[in-house]
Nanobody, 120 residues
Framework: QVQLVESGGGLVQPGGSLRLSCAAS????????MGWYRQAPGKQREFVAN???????KYADAVKGRFTISRDNANNTVYLQMNSLKPEDTAVYYC??????????????WGQGTQVTVSS
């Protein structure tokens, strides 16, 4: 079984910062890529950032230069540092984890989401 626990969302003014965390746990699974997605009201879920187990990162154009994804492999935790936040960043943010089963196969798991609201 696998589990993702998210934290760090909240209300912040434009230009402010938030740091999201996602702690992953799995017994018979090996953790590979981890990433963040978001879904705004009336919108489809969209890619935000991804980081491989080795530390290679990718970002959506909308957040490039403002957001930084990182991970702590010792604690199986991924972070999203969000700076210079804009109202357009308002969304529910979801953590994603890609796993390989030790007996073979692969799965994708999602956190339950954390609300980020950017408003004055």
């Amino acid at each position: 079984q696998v589990q993702l626990v998210e934290s760090g969302g909240g209300l912040v003014q434009p230009g402010g910062s938030l740091r999201l965390s996602c702690a992953a746990s799995g017994s018979i699974f090996s953790l590979n890529d981890m990433g963040w997605y978001r879904q705004a009201p009336g919108k489809q879920r969209e890619f935000v950032a991804n980081i491989s187990r080795g530390g290679s990162t990718k970002y959506a154009d909308a957040v490039k230069g403002r957001f930084t994804i990182s991970r702590d492999n010792a604690n199986n935790t991924v972070y999203l540092q969000m700076n210079s936040l804009k109202p357009e960043d308002t969304a529910v943010y979801y953590c994603r984890a890609d796993w390989t089963m030790m007996i073979g196969g692969a799965i994708i798991s999602w956190g339950q989401g954390t609300q980020v609201t950017v408003s004055s």
